[in-house]
């Protein structure tokens, strides 16, 4: 049963920066074909946030990208989001994305982020 659990989340003013992390459990580092992080604000359909793959591709929505770095920890079964210059607009509560290598996809149960102005 893989899991997924987050860490991290909280309120921050805007400018500050946040860091959430993201550990797999019950799946083997070379059976992950992806992780990410997806948000989803009130009122708002669940957006990507940035993905990385196995091979360490790294794919950054237009809004986040200079701002967000995703990385992944491949031994500890790992990936983070470092966030920085937040912005009200990122408020949103934030879910970690795992796909394997035959495309079934698990989520995290999400940690709330909240930019204060």
């Known amino acids: 049963q893989v899991q997924l659990v987050e860490s991290g989340g909280g309120m921050v003013q805007a400018g500050g920066s946040l860091r959430l992390s993201c550990t797999a459990s019950?799946?083997?580092?070379?059976?992950?074909?992806?992780m990410g992080w997806y948000r989803q604000a009130p009122g708002k359909q669940r957006e990507l946030v940035a993905t990385?793959?196995?091979?360490?591709?790294?794919n950054y929505a237009d809004s986040v990208k200079g701002r967000f770095t995703i990385s992944r920890d491949y031994a500890k079964n790992t990936v983070a989001l470092q966030m920085n210059s937040l912005k009200t607009e990122d408020t949103a509560v934030y879910s970690c994305?795992?796909?394997?290598?035959?495309?079934?996809?698990?989520w995290g149960q999400g940690t709330r982020v909240t930019v204060s102005s």
């Open positions: 994305n795992l796909v394997n290598k035959i495309g079934s996809e698990y």
């Open positions: 019950g799946i083997m580092f070379f059976s992950i074909n992806a």
């Open positions: 990385i793959t196995s091979g360490g591709v790294t």
